[in-house]
C-alpha cells in the first residue's frame, strides 16, 4: 500500500521560510517522478516543483527563485524549502508520485497523492 505523508506546514510571516517533507511507502522514490503541488481556495491545483529519478527540479514561474526541491532516497523522503515566503503562497501543499517515463506538472498524471498539509502566510 502506497502512502505519501507530507509534514512541515503552518503558520509563517511574509518574508520567512518553512520546510515541508513527504515520507513515502509502499514505493521507491528512486524511481519516481515527485511532485509538489498547491491549491488554493477557488483556484486550480497549481505544479509547484518536481524532482526526477536522477534528481532533476524543475519550478514552477510563481516559485522560482525561492523554493528549492530535494529529496534522500535512503530516507525516501522528498523535501520542499520554501524562502522568502509570500501571502500568495497561502495554499494547501500536496507531494504527489508518478510513475517514471517523464516528469510533468499534470495533476492527472500522477498516481499517487498525499493527503495535503496547510502552509498559511500572514502579512
Known amino acids: 500500500q502506497v502512502q505519501l505523508v507530507e509534514s512541515g506546514g503552518g503558520s509563517v510571516q511574509a518574508g520567512g521560510s518553512l520546510r515541508l517533507s513527504c515520507a513515502a511507502s509502499g514505493l521507491a522514490i528512486s524511481t519516481y517522478c515527485m511532485g509538489w503541488f498547491r491549491q488554493a481556495p477557488g483556484k486550480e491545483r497549481e505544479g509547484v516543483a518536481r524532482?526526477?529519478?536522477?534528481?532533476?527540479?524543475v519550478y514552477g514561474d510563481s516559485v522560482k527563485g525561492r523554493f528549492t526541491s530535494s529529496k534522500d532516497n535512503a530516507k525516501n523522503t522528498v523535501y520542499l524549502q520554501m524562502n522568502s515566503v509570500k501571502t500568495e503562497d497561502t495554499a494547501i501543499y500536496y507531494c504527489a508520485a508518478l510513475r517514471y517515463r517523464f516528469c510533468t506538472f499534470s495533476p492527472n498524471d500522477y498516481n499517487y497523492w498525499g493527503q495535503g498539509t496547510q502552509v498559511t502566510v500572514s502579512s
Open positions: 524532482i526526477d529519478p536522477y534528481g532533476i527540479t
